[in-house]
Nanobody, 125 residues
């Protein structure tokens, strides 16, 4: 059964970069759409990016478009989120999630059945 583990979070100064990893085990990610979500204390969970299964495309929230890039490495069975030009408002717990047999990904949490544990990203000076 598919399991997801996030890594790569940490603390960074404004303007810095981080790359988050969503590593899968138990199954291949080729058959899953993958999304990244984030949630800060007191704020609603926000879908920030998703990538479809093989043959699908990508989507980005307006708040991160142009700064974040989602990608898939099938050989490593991992999805990445490259985050550049980080700002304090990007501080949140970031989680990845999987939706089986989906070509075009969706930006709603209700579409996703399998979730990782989350990784903290803190942006401050």
């Amino acid at each position: 059964q598919l399991q997801l583990v996030e890594s790569g979070g940490g603390s960074v100064q404004p303007g810095g970069s981080l790359r988050l990893s969503c590593a899968a085990s138990g199954s291949t990610l080729d058959h899953y759409a993958i999304a990244w979500f984030r949630q800060a204390p007191g704020k609603e969970r926000e879908a920030i990016s998703c990538i479809g299964s093989s043959g699908g495309g990508t989507k980005y929230a307006a708040s991160v478009k142009g700064r974040f890039t989602i990608s898939r490495d099938s050989a490593k069975n991992t999805v990445y989120l490259q985050m550049n030009s980080l700002q304090p408002e990007d501080t949140a717990v970031y989680s990845c999630a999987a939706d089986q047999f989906t070509v075009a990904c969706g930006m709603l949490a209700r579409f996703y059945d399998i979730w990782g544990q989350g990784t903290q990203v803190t942006v401050s000076s």
